[in-house]
């Protein structure tokens, strides 16, 4: 997310691994959860209709949702429920028998090393009636019939809606309707779907305008990127944890329920803590590889006026209230009157001040918002 050369296909996948929120605390194989990230990666922008047939087969899911422990006999339920409730329709779009014909169909399937095998022994193949269509189904028929229903467009756009335009202005059916339409029509083409909202006037509009709270990831790469900071991701990653998003750790099968539960107490203040310690240059976990008075330089940028709208550009497109504006620039005006250790020069007492207008640049609420 930090280096690669498509931003997008990595949010994208951020969207997936939330999607099919698999966790390592229970795979406890990091090659398995990575071959997963990889296959999201693959089809972030590609059809939903691929993506839901191989994320089916992919180990690390087999072993997350017990795919692997079903068999002809004895089917486990967890696959079939999950996938009907959380990857392609949403409750209230399927019975429970629907659930237990659907687990008959995925069975069979096993991992050997990391790679899905099918035991066709083990595989019961008798007649099952799923969603109202009866067959000798296996796993794929299943993923199909459930992309032929159609509460499954709604449910995938609704959801993108909410993690790319916003999510407290609702959507109406008149506005994804359309969408639903486009994106059922395509065989789900998710890359076409992105773009039809991406391209919207909506996405630009004021309506919609900050009405999202950046996920710890976003904040934090934020930040890095913004200050063209080259570092190791370990601790970063470390780091968000205490933010609230472990990354291949989510909390349940569910992920994370995003929105406002990203902020509270604790989660805010970790948010200051870290912006701080991108920006102090004293935290030894970064170093001063993301130095905001090195980016300041590099640009010209000097007085304390140019330095104000430098960071307020940089970070926020210089859209901050009059009274958050202000309280920068007395900041800047009194600066070089605060009392500086007395073994600093002119110059490490002027960079200091640099580095503290970024920090409270990067606390301002609008911060917070995309």
Request: charged share 20%; aromatic share 10%.
């Amino acid at each position: 997310m930090l280096y690669g050369p498509h931003p997008l296909r990595e949010k994208l996948t951020l969207f997936w691994h939330n999607h099919f929120a698999t966790s390592n605390a229970k795979i406890l194989n990091a090659r398995l959860m990575l071959m997963q990230n990889e296959l999201m990666r693959k089809h972030a922008q590609g059809s939903f209709a691929v993506l839901l047939q191989e994320m089916s087969k992919d180990p690390a899911m087999m072993i997350w949702l017990d795919t692997k422990d079903s068999k002809k006999g004895n089917p486990n339920e967890n696959y079939a429920r999950e996938l009907m409730e959380l990857f392609s329709l949403g409750i209230g779009h399927y019975t429970e028998q629907d659930i237990r014909e659907a687990a008959r169909a995925f069975t069979g399937w096993q991992v050997v090393g990391t790679e899905a095998a099918f035991n066709k022994g083990e595989h019961d193949d008798g007649e099952k009636t799923v969603l109202g269509q009866k067959g000798n189904w296996q796993g794929g028929d299943v993923v199909r019939i459930c992309l032929e229903q159609k509460a499954a467009a709604p449910f995938l756009v609704g959801k993108l809606y909410k993690f790319l335009v916003s999510e407290t202005v609702p959507a109406t059916p008149e506005l994804l309707d359309p969408l639903c339409e486009q994106f059922r029509g395509s065989n789900y083409d998710f890359g076409a779907l992105v773009a039809t909202m991406l391209r919207s006037n909506l996405f630009f509009s004021a309506t919609v305008y900050r009405t999202q709270i950046k996920s710890p990831a976003d904040f934090a790469l934020g930040i890095v990127r913004g200050l063209e900071g080259r570092l190791g991701t370990t601790a970063l990653a470390t780091t968000l944890e205490g933010l609230g998003q472990n990354v291949f750790y989510p909390p349940n099968v569910k992920g994370w329920d995003g929105g406002p539960t990203w902020l509270n107490g604790q989660t805010l203040l970790f948010r200051q803590n870290l912006a701080l310690a991108l920006t102090s240059t004293e935290d030894q976990r970064f170093g001063s590889r993301t130095d905001p008075a090195v980016l300041a330089k590099k640009y010209g940028r000097k007085d304390g006026e140019e330095l104000v709208e430098f960071f307020l550009t940089l970070f926020l497109q210089n859209d901050v209230p009059d009274e958050s504006r202000a309280k920068l620039l007395e900041y800047q005006r009194k600066a070089p009157a605060l009392s500086v250790p007395a073994y600093w020069t002119a110059e490490d007492a002027a960079a200091h001040r640099v580095r503290a207008l970024c920090h409270l640049v990067l606390t301002l609420p609008e911060f917070q918002l995309d």
